[in-house]
């Protein structure tokens, strides 16, 4: 993430400091773009922006580290909720505390394939969600333009708070959409384990994935066979419990955070 930010922010208005610690990152910074990186003392000091472009474990530990360094005012932006959720952001309540995080570019938009550019940030339109979550309201302006930059070309911009985001992932997009793919590609496997050729089960599925999420989330005008209707009706109780949705409630989500962080 970090070179894909680095190379995003080229040209920009804005002047980036840049801070890698290992000497393969930053042989390649300086391989592919031409940066040459900075000790984290020399790049914060006297900063406006400190874009944390690191994993999710190690976020307290680097945003307790370089607190001190920062000057009243200074916008610290992760691109994740997770560790803001958490609690470990330091208390500094002079901070600006800014997420965003990309939402992927759409599985419809033609550019995702032809690219091909699954993830985002280089040819495929993608929207983001932004969240301010401490600092004057003004403040939300400038982090959304860096957003926008750092995941370029953005579709649309949606504001939402940090547990909105909390929601979104690792709620939605993680333990429900990931989990739910990890279990249809397991179903793949089963059923080629059982007799169905390899390729042919792929093709199947992917192909039925397509059509059906079309339909499913209304991407085309249509609706499926009373037989399909049926699979689901029977289906949904023999693969989901009941209380499924209880994922969204916010102590499960802050385990889910924990665990993650």
């Given at each position: 993430m970090g070179a894909r930010l680095a190379r995003n922010l080229q040209g920009s208005a804005y002047a980036v400091r840049h801070v890698?610690?290992?000497?393969?990152?930053?042989?390649?910074l300086k391989d592919e773009l031409g940066v040459?990186?900075?000790t984290p003392g020399a790049a914060v000091d006297g900063a406006d922006v400190v874009i944390l472009a690191v994993p999710d474990t190690l976020i307290g530990r680097i945003a307790a580290q370089i607190a001190p360094q920062l000057k009243a005012g200074t916008m610290v932006l992760t691109l994740d909720a997770a560790a803001p959720f958490a609690g470990h952001l330091p208390a500094r309540p002079d901070l600006v505390y800014f997420v965003a995080h990309p939402c992927h570019p759409n599985i419809f938009a033609p550019e995702v394939h032809t690219g091909p550019d699954y993830f985002g940030g280089v040819t495929a339109p993608q929207s983001i969600v932004c969240a301010l979550m401490q600092g004057p309201d003004e403040a939300y302006a400038l982090g959304e333009d860096i957003a926008k930059i750092i995941y370029a070309p953005v579709k649309q911009s949606w504001r939402v708070s940090v547990d909105q985001m909390a929601l979104l992932e690792p709620g939605l997009s993680e333990t429900v959409c990931a989990t739910l793919l990890d279990a249809m590609r397991e179903a793949m496997d089963e059923v080629v384990a059982r007799g169905v050729p390899a390729e042919a089960a792929r093709e199947f599925l992917l192909g039925h994935m397509t059509i059906l999420s079309a339909v499913i989330f209304k991407q085309i005008p249509g609706q499926f066979s009373?037989?399909?209707?049926?699979?689901?009706?029977?289906?949904?109780?023999?693969?989901?419990?009941?209380?499924w949705k209880q994922v969204f409630d916010r102590d499960e989500i802050a385990e889910s955070i924990r665990r993650i962080t």
């Open positions: 890698e610690v290992s000497a393969a990152g930053q042989q390649r040459t990186c900075m009373d037989a399909c209707n049926k699979a689901i009706t029977f289906g949904k109780p023999r693969l989901l419990r009941d209380d």
